[in-house]
């Protein structure tokens, strides 16, 4: 009797280390298709910065984040962690692939985070487009007179 009890919990601990492992491997596979995750993550790196809209890839392994101020947002899942940045000026180079349904994107200070990123549909990526077209515009600097020279 007391063989059987054994035998009963060992199975029974055999079964939830595999289910646990498998539950583990699909999470692992949906990559940041939970914008929930995307939310939480972005929120956690950058708590300053309010998300007003986010759209992934059709992989689902990257998000482009919009924020309150019209700056734009980065988020990679990299096996096990995700790397979140700010989008700022002058730190990448924009391209439409063929399709339309995608960005070629050069990141200047991150290279390994730069390559093409395909989306659900053309207005996804059109959308995301103008995120980083606003994030990526230099605004020119206010010009500043020598008032001293003005009143001479």
Not at 53 to 67: I, K
Not at 109 to 118: L, Y
Not at 134 to 140: E, H, Q, R, W
């Amino acid at each position: 009797m007391n063989l059987v009890i054994w035998v009963i919990l060992v199975c029974a601990v055999v079964f939830l280390a595999f289910w646990a492992t498998r539950l583990a491997a699909r999470q692992d596979e949906d990559g940041l298709h939970d914008m929930g995750v995307a939310l939480m993550e972005f929120g956690r790196a950058f708590p300053n910065e309010a998300i007003r809209d986010l759209h992934a890839t059709t992989d689902g392994n990257v998000v482009f984040v919009r924020l309150h101020d019209n700056k734009a947002g980065f988020m990679r899942s990299m096996r096990g962690h995700y790397a979140c940045h700010l989008i700022e000026p002058g730190m990448a180079r924009v391209n439409p692939l063929p399709n339309g349904k995608g960005l070629e994107i050069t990141f200047n200070d991150m290279p390994a985070h730069s390559g093409k990123f395909e989306f659900k549909s053309v207005g996804d990526a059109a959308e995301v487009s103008l995120w980083l077209l606003g994030s990526l515009a230099m605004v020119a600097p206010p010009r500043v007179t020598d008032n001293a020279q003005q009143t001479s």
